[in-house]
């Protein structure tokens, strides 16, 4: 599967951006789609995941500030950003996992998952 991210930029403090990520290739509603970020001289960390029945699960970093969301019959997964703050600013990847591992999982392993798209990057000024 092809996944193709969008929606970064430049936004204030307290502003609001929504991440796109479109996939291609193969049947969409069958995988995990996540949300990982890397910030500059920082290690990727997981952001959120949602299941092929969408359940969905955050980061204690950013947990009732974001929402991730699918549209199968669009092939898209989308990540809601609010409340921006400085530490918010990283490069963001969406990634496709063909099996749900658990946020333990991708929490640990800072991936995990089969799929990646190249980043949008993400820049929230103070």
């Known amino acids: 599967v092809q996944l193709q991210a969008s929606g970064g930029g430049l936004v204030q403090a307290g502003g609001s951006l929504r991440l796109s990520c479109a996939a291609s290739?193969?049947?969409?509603?069958?995988?995990?789609m996540g949300w990982f970020r890397q910030a500059p001289g920082k290690e990727r960390e997981f952001v959120a995941v949602?299941?092929?029945?969408?359940?969905?699960y955050y980061a204690d970093s950013v947990k009732g500030r974001f929402t991730i969301s699918r549209d199968n019959a669009k092939s898209t997964v989308y990540l809601e950003m609010n409340s921006l703050k400085p530490e918010d600013t990283a490069v963001y990847y969406c990634?496709?996992?063909?099996?749900?591992?658990?946020?333990?999982?991708?929490?640990?392993?800072?991936?995990?998952?089969?799929?990646w798209g190249k980043g949008t990057l993400v820049t929230v000024s103070s």
């Open positions: 990634a496709a996992d063909s099996h749900f591992r658990g946020t333990s999982y991708y929490t640990a392993t800072r991936g995990g998952m089969d799929y």
């Open positions: 290739g193969r049947t969409f509603s069958g995988y995990a």
């Open positions: 949602i299941s092929r029945i969408s359940n969905t």
